[in-house]
């Protein structure tokens, strides 16, 4: 079973400022990897996908890389709707079960 | 638009069974995989379960495998989760959630409560 870890689990910063969140998985990994957006009360939203790739209509201050253990999602210049929790997940090959990371919180410094 | 609208939470006692359903629209049902993934309050997301497009195939999380079955009707453009043995450790927002390209959930439903408690 593999495993995610997210880092930090909180990140505080300010409007404006660059985010750089850590996903690091327990072995090595496709880069089926995707990162989503949750603000409270809502609904995830996907993000990024194949590790760097955003999704339709997200801004291109989200971006995200990586390969085998260790993926990064960045957001420039932090926007006011930004400030959320994010997660990634990845799935296995064989058999083909997801796995979501615990999660880090952006929130306002 | 594409659409995901999931129903059936409730408060339910444990040991006892619920079924949820996510009905589809804006987009060719048939043609996507299926997921169920949950959030307990306060906690983060937690995958459940995957159906095939054609429903031929399904996988499980451990936590819920022998209990829980996800099935689909693509006449109907709904997906389902049977819940059985519900346990007060299932309370949850439940979603549905397409399954888009290459591993990830590109559309998520606004989830139903579902609360195992006696």
């Known amino acids: 079973e593999i495993v995610l870890t997210q880092s930090p689990a909180t990140l505080s910063l300010s409007p404006g400022e660059r985010a750089t969140l850590s996903c690091r998985a327990s072995?090595?990994?496709?880069?089926?990897l995707a990162w989503y957006q949750q603000n409270p009360g809502q609904a995830p939203r996907l993000l990024i996908y194949?590790?760097?790739t955003r999704a339709t209509g997200i801004p291109a201050r989200f971006s995200g890389s990586g390969s085998g253990t260790d993926f990064t999602l960045t957001i420039n210049s932090l926007e006011p709707e930004d400030f959320a929790v994010y997660y990634c997940?990845?799935?296995?090959?064989?058999?083909?079960?997801?796995?979501f990371g615990p999660g880090t919180k952006v929130d306002i410094k | 638009q594409v659409q995901l609208v999931e129903s059936g939470g409730g408060v339910v006692q444990p040991g006892r069974s619920l079924r949820l359903s996510c009905g589809a629209s804006?987009?060719?049902?048939?043609?996507?995989?299926m997921h169920w993934v949950r959030q307990a309050p306060g906690k983060g997301l937690e995958w459940v379960a995957i159906?095939?497009?054609?429903?031929?195939?399904?996988y499980y999380a451990d936590s819920v495998k022998g209990r829980f079955t996800i099935s689909r009707d693509n006449s109907k453009n709904t997906l389902y989760l049977q819940m059985n043995s519900l346990r007060v450790e299932d309370t949850a927002v439940y979603f549905c959630?397409?399954?888009?390209?290459?591993?990830?959930?590109?559309?998520w439903g606004q989830g139903t409560m579902v609360t195992v408690s006696s």
């Open positions: 159906i095939w497009h054609d429903g031929t195939n399904n």
């Open positions: 194949d590790a760097s």
């Open positions: 959630a397409r399954g888009g390209v290459l591993a990830a959930l590109d559309i």
């Open positions: 997940q990845l799935r296995s090959s064989r058999p083909p079960l997801f796995t």
């Open positions: 804006g987009f060719t049902f048939s043609d996507y995989g």
């Open positions: 072995q090595s990994v496709s880069t089926y």
